[in-house]
Structure formats: C-alpha cells, structure tokens
C-alpha cells in the first residue's frame, strides 16, 4: 500500500526520467511476448530487407536460442549501431510514411527490444562490402569485421535472462517452439517465392522451396486441404482478393487453418473473419470452421497498420466496404461448389417452371402427402410475406403444389454423346440413396438432402428479387438506447429502411421501433432491433437478418423437400441429378452435410481386391 498524507492524498511524489535499458525493457514487454514473437519480428526485417533465402534455426522452444540467416541487402557497418537504437529505422521518416506503410516493420523497437531481454549478436554484409561486421546487444556502439554472405545473421540467445519473471511465464519447449513453427508456417504462406528452412535443436522440422501459393499451401495446410479448396480471385476498384477457400465440407473442429493477410501482413481481424464465416453461414455443419488462405490488397492509406506494437491488428478507413468485399467475394466463390466446379460442365438444362420436374409426373396418389404438406407451408409463407401483390417468393412457394405442367419424359440420356458430372440414375437404394454412374464410378446422392439445397437456394434467388416488406407494428416498440445507438440510427437511415427497419429517435436515450421485416413479424422486435443495431454499426449491414430469414427458408426447404422412403422413377432421380448440376452450394446440404460422394472405379476395385 502506498504512503498518504493524514488527508487521504497521496504524499509528493519526484518524476524522474527512466534509463534507456528499462524503457527498451517495457517496450519490450509489448512487443516480445514469447520467443515466437522474436521470430516474427526477425522474419519481417529481413523480407523487408529483400531476402529469397532464410533459415530460421531454434533451440529449446527458442528460449536458448534463435538463430536467422537471410540474404537481403545487408547493412553497412556505419549504420549497425543505428540498427538496435530505440526508433531508428530506414522504412519511414514521416507522418506520411506511417500513413502509408508498405513494409511489414515500421516501429524500430524490435531489435533493440529484443536486445534488451537476451544475448544479441548481429553480424551482417552489404553488397558494396569485401567483409561482414559484427556488432552485439550489450556493446551496440563497437561494430568489429567478421565472416559472412551478403546478408544478415542475428543470434539471439538466453531469452529472457534478465527478466525472470517474464522467462516463469513461458510454456515447455515443445509449446513454444510449436509457437514459433505456426508463425514460420504464416509468414512462408505470405512468402512462397521465398526459400524457408526451419530447424531445431539440430534437426531440420520444415523446408519449402520457391514455389507458387497453390503449392506452398498444399505443402503447409496438407493434403485434406489442397484436395478440397476453390480458388478465389476477385478485385473491386482498390481492393483485390485472392488465395483459396476451403469446401464447406472439408471443415475443421477448430479454427487452426485460417490465415488472412491483408498487403501480405498476418492479422487478426475480427471484421474480415466475420465476412468469410458470414459467407460460410448456411454451408458450414455445426460448430465447424473452415480453412482459407487469403490475401487483401488495398492502398496503404486505406488501412492502419498502426494500431498495436505487435501489427497483428489493422483498421480500415472504409470498413463496410472492405467487409461487403469480402463478404460477396467468398460467397460467390463457395456458390461454386456443385458437381459442375468438380468434373465437366452439363448441358444446358430448361428451366423448371412451378414445381421442379421430377416431382410433376408423379401419379396422383403418390404425390398426395407431398403436395399437401408442400402447399401448407406456401401458405405459411405467402402469409409472413403479407403484401399488396404477392411477392415472386410467395409465388414459388404456392406454385411447388401445382403437379401439373411439362412431361419428365425428356429427361433421358445417350452415355456415347451426353457427359453429365453426376452421370445417370441406376437404382434408388432403401428409399433414401440415389445411385448413379458417372465416368468416374460409382456416384451416392442423398436425395433429401440435395432436394432441400435445391429449394433452398431457388427461395433465396425468389427472395431477392424482391423487396423487403416491411410488417407496421400496431404498437410502436421503445428501446433505452445510449448515444452511440443514437447515433447508428440517425447516420443509417438509409440502410435500415433497406434492410426493412422503421426506427425513430424519440429522445437522447429512446428509439422507437415502428416497423420490422414481414418475414420476421413473430420475432421480438426489441431484441432484433438492438442485434440489427450492432451490426450496421460494425459491419455496415445486418447478418443477423440474413441469418434469421435464411433460418426460416431452411425450414421450409427442409419441410418441402422430398422424404425417405419416396419412391423416385429413373427420369425423376435424372431429373434431381441435373437440379444439382444447376444449383449453387449443391455438394452440401443447408446443415453443411455433404449431399453426394463419389467412388472411383479404382475405389471399388480395392474393394474386391481386383488387380492385388
């Protein structure tokens, strides 16, 4: 407890400036967190610096040691003891600079911090010079001439051996060094044209050529990954995306394969991990998280790097746009995932009219049950959808009951002329498997499943093409609201009308809900005004509201689509094969189960041992 007077106030205290060695001490404390923030730090410098090769050598988890090789530029003797000076650096010298950072290190604290808390030796050699020189943490203003390639080798050793109670915080070797391998894996991700060697305690773990983005990461993400990905490449005046994004059905049980960059930095951004888990919403299986490799690239003045001593953390100066970006982006890429992103293309099919082809030549009696229950659930829906002229939703829902229309009897196939990627119907196995051959082999399509994608998407196309109806609410609902609620509302008008919202400001601490979406008339108004709230004050649009109505969409698909034990004729499950050629996200079902796999023929011939 401190000193105070008789008072209560605190007794005179003298300010007195802190020695150089604790302040780099503290800095350090913000920017070397582990031996893997050492790492990082070092790996930067020397991409900065223009190295092609780097060689990264670990002992003990990095906490004995940490050992860089690159060869980039090198720096001239006459600057090494700038090098671990506090905030000496060559990559900015002006405001305008930082606003407009292209290199991955800025700050110049990283060496001298990381000199400051362990045993630094720098040794390094420009081009222009017949020798390297050497120049060491604990008598930075000696540099003396030494051996060495062009480049740069910084030998940190003994972390933390004058801050104890900072090495008591570190984990086992084997975490720390896994520590230092993840952020080895992050960086050579950003880098595949750059030569990466990682090794410890004498035995090489990693090494990965010069290579393109589609190898390096099949090499580091693996197999699994390389095998069940889409490309992705998209621009949109200054911003570019591009990398690949994993299948929804290749998803993870932890979110340990997700590695955005924005300029080829590593960040943490929760607005661009709330655009791609947003565009995987209605694909993903339970608490699964899927991979991705991606790579922003935006002006520098668009973004601030700035933000914390790490640069794990970035800003946008137009965060809705960066968001709606990446979001549209991702998302029409996983639209792509249908049999026809996976083999050749189909021919052109015509394009159902009411109900989808394979139900209309149904025999009455059969299609009863199915019409009934598919007819309820068009009225519930025209119902929610209450409108002066029906809206082309409510439309499609009441037209799934009408059986009537164009004959299936032209759904047949020539296997000599005609190439589908699902191939053609053999059987229907226990009521609920489609079998079907294709070039490849042997295709199994769960029929529900891919029934309730095809609904589903064709209600989602149906419910875009219309505008939000709005339900008036016969009392108005008050919300307590504080200034920054206030605010959202006053600045975004616009974009709640839109998105179906009639709020007013009634005083500086009331809102007013008057009106919400039709679709939603059964929600509670208040909760759903107050989620909408936050996230057009985040994210510049309401995923809860896409999440909520796609909800009931799939209920309805689920309800509507085909069940067990229906008994499909050869033209029908034809029918169903060329639905999924033709629908978006159609390998997987709204649950994010896969609706077909296929068996190679080289598959089945392991099964009975053929050719052994």
């Not at 002006?94 to 720098?122: H, K, M, P, Y």
């Not at 296997?415 to 498997?433: C, I, K, M, N, R």
């Not at 016969?474 to 919202?501: H, K, M």
């Not at 985040?538 to 209920?555: A, F, K, Q, W």
């Amino acid at each position: 407890m401190s000193q105070t007077t008789s008072n209560s106030l605190p007794a005179e205290r003298v300010i007195r400036p802190l020695p150089d060695q604790l302040i780099s001490q503290i800095a350090a404390g913000e920017v070397i967190e582990r031996p893997s923030a050492v790492v990082k730090e070092l790996l930067e410098n020397a991409l900065d610096a223009g190295a092609t090769q780097i060689t990264v050598r670990l002992e003990a988890g990095g906490v004995k040691r940490i050992a860089i090789t690159d060869n980039g530029c090198g720096i001239p003797p006459e600057q090494l003891p700038l090098s671990l000076a506090r905030h000496a650096t060559s990559k900015i010298a002006s405001l305008v600079d930082l606003e407009n950072v292209n290199t991955l290190g800025f700050r110049g604290e990283a060496l001298a911090s990381i000199a400051s808390v362990s045993q630094l030796t720098l040794t390094s050699r420009s081009h222009a010079q017949a020798h390297a020189w050497q120049i060491s943490g604990h008598s930075p203003d000696k540099a003396s001439p030494a051996s060495g390639a062009q480049g740069t080798v910084i030998d940190v050793q003994d972390l933390y051996f004058n801050t104890p109670a900072r090495r008591k915080f570190l984990k086992t070797e084997q975490t720390e060094f896994g520590h230092c391998a993840e952020v080895v894996r992050r960086i050579a991700l950003a880098r595949p044209d750059v030569r990466f060697t990682l090794s410890h305690n004498g035995k090489t773990v990693d090494h990965w050529q010069e290579s393109s983005l589609e190898q390096r990461s099949s090499h580091i993400l693996g197999d699994e990954f390389a095998q069940a990905r889409l490309p992705l490449e998209e621009a949109a005046g200054p911003l570019s995306l591009h990398g690949f994004v994993g299948l929804p059905t290749a998803a993870r049980s932890r979110a340990d394969s997700q590695y955005f960059y924005v300029n080829g930095r590593f960040v943490r951004d929760k607005l661009l991990t709330h655009a791609v888990r947003a565009a995987y919403q209605d694909v993903l299986h339970g608490d699964r998280f899927p991979s991705y490799v991606l790579r922003l690239d935006l002006d520098p003045a668009l973004v601030d790097v700035n933000v914390h001593p790490s640069k794990i953390e970035v800003r946008f100066r137009d965060s809705r746009a960066v968001h709606q970006f990446v979001f549209h982006a991702v998302s029409r890429t996983l639209a792509r995932t249908s049999a026809t992103a996976q083999g050749t293309a189909p021919a052109p099919m015509p394009a159902a009219s009411g109900a989808l082809p394979w139900i209309q030549n149904q025999p009455r009696q059969a299609s009863l049950g199915v019409a009934q229950n598919t007819f309820s659930y068009g009225e519930m829906f025209r119902g929610a959808l209450s409108s002066t002229a029906p809206s082309p939703l409510a439309a499609y829902a009441s037209g799934l009951s009408n059986f009537s229309g164009k004959s299936n009897s032209d759904v047949t196939h020539d296997a000599e002329t005609e190439e589908f990627p699902l191939g053609f119907a053999l059987a229907q196995l226990h009521g609920v498997f489609v079998l079907a051959q294709n070039r490849a082999g042997l295709v199994l399509v769960d029929m529900h499943a891919a029934h309730e994608r095809i609904l589903y998407e064709q209600f989602k196309h149906a419910l875009q093409s219309d505008s939000v109806q709005l339900q008036p609410l016969l009392i108005p609902v008050t919300l307590i609201a504080d200034p920054v609620d206030i605010g959202t509302v006053e600045e975004n008008s616009e974009v709640l009308a839109a998105l179906g919202f009639d709020m007013a400001v009634l005083s500086p601490t009331t809102l007013a809900v008057r009106a919400i979406p039709a679709l939603l008339a059964n929600s509670d108004a208040q909760a759903l005004a107050r989620d909408i709230l936050r996230d057009v004050r985040e994210y510049g649009g309401s995923h809860v509201l896409t999440e909520r109505r796609n909800e009931l969409l799939g209920t309805l698909a689920c309800h509507t689509a085909v069940r067990a034990n229906r008994q499909l004729s050869i033209p029908e499950m034809n029918a169903l094969l060329r639905q999924m050629e033709a629908t978006d996200r159609a390998d997987q079902c709204n649950h994010g189960r896969p609706t077909w796999v296929q068996l190679a023929l080289s598959d089945l011939d392991k099964l009975f041992l053929r050719g052994q």
